[in-house]
């Protein structure tokens, strides 16, 4: 392995090893207290929502306004700032619910970790039963992207200095501050900032854990300064996740500038190894079975009915390719159709996803049209009329497996090209397939994005002209699709598709001696490009 190779190996695996550690950190969040009559239902639904994703931290509100009252401001930008910084919260979700003529409403913002908005949206509904119900199932597709990428605070090791006493206490903090501004070990937190936090009051260690909590502070720093010309310096440590005792840091000096060259020289070591344990508190979870109002909801069920009907409108372009093999007498034609207009539309419904979520939910009527459009061919100088269709019709039954969904078809087919060529010398036999179709399907759903494909077998019953005693009498034949496509949400429940679709028939002729034609077998295949609109009715 050559140098170059191994550092590009590093690299990789290094930035592959950084993505998934931050993918594994989960997302910290809270939801703050609602304004607003139907406001506790709402709140609780915004937090069943949170609570069912993986990935997601929900914080206790009662613990986060607590601590927005302890630092003195409910309105305050900073103490949002600062709050997000203390808590590990990548965002803050708020808004308010509004009673109007025309039913309820809430307006959701989420916050950032600078307490920016950084996504809005208002869902509305006519009663608050229904906008409950609009929460849990569209409230994470239009939020959860978002909170997903949401960026949580930098991680740090924050210390504040709480009090410090004595006669020379200014002039020693600001060395304190001077040496530990240049310690990457540790963040000095703003005198201003600690002192929002009452550290005054903290004089047991639960006390001192709500000050730590309120500043995100991992290390906790009182003490005293004693002496007037010799001076010596005591700092008592705290442990801001318990507010316990970790020891005491003892800087003595003749003076106060030899003081001063101690503090700068000694001071950031020793407090390394007595505060190794130090860690900011942890905060309480949020509780996401809540009191509700006895005219809320009751909560969701566990499974909700899927969507009762998906449909698709689609335009592109499709080829033909007929040929034949083994032409004993080389009187046959083969067939070649460009790049061609097409439109189709196809729709499933299942009835029972209108009244239930189990088994006759997931089975339904499906159907499909499709038509080529301005096609022309040519022979010998001479321009004929060609038409070319298809349509399905079957049952359709699907298996939701989270994201993926499974489906399985079983209907009726008929495909259908045919030009209006001479009777006499004809070029091309027109065909007309009608078959039984049985097929397999896949979808997929990531986000705003889908994938799917199909697969399906067809049992030719009839091939129309091309199975006359004018042709070949005796043939047999089969064919088979298969496609594939891919999609994003424009908007809910509208989707901008892409796909391609392949189809193919293969014969056996099974000449005899007196036959018109003799060939052994051909392929009569089909390319369909396209992209379109899908549509689906919202289920629960």
């Known amino acids: 392995m050559t140098r170059a190779l191994r550092v590009w190996l590093t690299v990789a695996l290094a930035v592959l090893f950084a993505s998934l550690s931050a993918h ?8 703050r207290e609602l304004p607003g009559d139907d406001a506790p239902s709402v709140r609780s639904a915004l937090v069943r929502m949170l609570a069912a994703r993986d990935g997601i931290e929900l914080v206790s509100r009662a613990h986060f306004e607590k601590l927005v009252a302890r630092l003195g401001g409910k309105k305050d930008p900073g103490i949002k700032k600062r709050l997000h910084r203390a808590l590990g919260l990548a965002v803050v979700i708020e808004g308010e619910v509004e009673q109007s003529d025309a039913g309820v409403s809430v307006t959701v913002r989420v916050l950032g970790t600078d307490g920016e908005v950084l996504e809005s ?16 199932g569209e409230g994470w597709k239009l939020l959860g992207p978002t909170i997903e990428e949401a960026t949580p605070p930098k991680a740090s090791k924050p210390l504040a200095v709480l009090a410090l006493r004595g006669a020379q206490a200014g002039a020693v903090r600001t060395a304190i501050e001077k040496a530990l501004a240049k310690s990457p070990d540790f963040e000095l937190l703003p005198d201003a900032e600690a002192e929002a936090a009452r550290p005054g009051e903290a004089a047991e260690p639960a006390d001192r854990v709500l000050v730590a909590a309120a500043l995100g502070a991992s290390l906790l720093v009182s003490g005293e ?6 001076l010596k310096l005591t700092l008592a ?10 020891g005491d840091v003892k800087l003595e000096a003749a003076s106060g500038a030899l003081l001063e060259r101690a503090i700068a020289r000694d001071l950031p070591k020793k407090l390394a190894a007595v505060a190794a344990e130090a860690q900011p508190p942890t905060p309480p979870h949020e509780d996401p079975v809540e009191a509700a109002p006895d005219d809320a909801p009751p909560p969701p069920k566990a499974v909700r009915r899927p969507s009762p009907l998906e449909a698709a409108l689609t335009f592109g372009a499709g080829t033909r390719n007929y040929r034949y093999s083994d032409d004993l007498f080389a009187a046959l034609r083969a067939y070649k159709m460009g790049p061609t207009p097409v439109a189709a539309i196809g729709a499933r419904w299942y009835p029972g996803a209108h009244f239930t979520a189990g088994i006759a939910a997931n089975v339904g009527l499906a159907v499909a049209y499709e038509q080529a459009f301005l096609i022309q061919s040519e022979a010998n100088g001479e321009t004929y009329d060609t038409r070319s269709r298809e349509w399905l019709a079957g049952l ?15 209907g009726l087919g008929a495909h259908a090209f045919e ?10 036999p027109s065909v007309d397939y009608r078959f039984i179709r049985a097929g397999i399907d896949a979808r997929y759903r990531f986000g705003s994005l889908l994938f799917g494909g199909g697969f399906g077998y067809r049992h030719v019953t009839d091939a129309g002209e091309v199975g006359t005693d004018a042709w070949f009498p005796r043939m047999d034949v089969a064919g088979l699709d298969l496609g594939a496509h891919a999609g994003y949400e424009l908007i ?13 028939y293969w014969y056996s002729m099974n000449p005899e001696p007196g036959d018109p034609f003799v060939a052994g077998g051909a392929l009569d295949s089909t390319i369909t490009g396209w992209a379109g609109l899908g549509w689906e009715l919202a289920g629960d």
């Open 492 to 504: 809910p429940r509208v989707s901008l598709l892409v796909g391609a679709r392949y189809r193919r």
């Open 396 to 410: 359709h039954a699907r298996l939701p497996v989270g994201a993926l969904e499974l489906g399985v078809d079983l």
């Open 419 to 428: 030009v209006d060529d001479d009777a006499k010398q004809p070029l091309v």
């Open 121 to 136: 949206q208002e869902l509305s509904a006519r009663t608050q039963r229904q906008l409950v119900k609009k929460i849990d």
């Open 237 to 246: 440590l705290y442990n801001g996740k318990n507010g316990e005792p970790l």
């Open 24 to 31: 594994a950190a989960p997302v910290r969040a809270v939801v």
């Open 225 to 230: 300064v004693q002496g007037t010309r010799a």
